[in-house]
């Protein structure tokens, strides 16, 4: 069974900035994706970004896309969520996800077999 927790949400106001990070407990990632997702209050989850084993496998879904930067560390065992440009919409609890594959990653929610308990951001208008 593999760990992974989030830390780095809270409050902002719309137009501010924050970082999450996705920490592997006890392992390390280089057989491993990592993938962002946000659920909001009566809303499905959805997905935000991915990364895979490399760092070179990157992908955002559209709300994401031009706003939101994930990136892994040097000792690959953290993952970083940089949201910038935030919006009110963007409120919901964030939730990293792994699976151990290779040269691929998916913010398909069914590709991830390991989930962290999230952590809030919300935006103020």
């Known amino acids: 069974q593999l760990q992974v927790v989030e830390s780095g949400g809270g409050l902002v106001q719309s137009g501010g900035s924050l970082r999450l990070s996705c920490a592997a407990q006890g392992f390390s990632l280089h057989a491993n994706a990592i993938g962002w997702f946000r659920q909001a209050p009566g809303k499905e989850r959805e997905g935000v970004a991915c990364?895979?084993?490399?760092?070179?496998?990157?992908k955002y879904s559209d709300s994401a896309q031009g706003r939101f930067t994930i990136s892994v560390d040097n000792t690959k065992t953290t993952v970083y969520l940089q949201l910038n440009n935030l919006k009110p919409e963007d409120t919901a609890v964030y939730y990293c996800?792994?699976?151990?594959?290779?040269?691929?990653?998916?913010?398909?929610?069914?590709?991830?077999?390991?989930w962290g308990q999230g952590t809030q951001v919300t935006v103020s208008s």
């Open positions: 990364i895979d084993n490399t760092g070179e496998i990157i």
């Open positions: 996800a792994t699976v151990t594959v290779l040269n691929y990653c998916s913010v398909s929610s069914k590709t991830y077999a390991y």
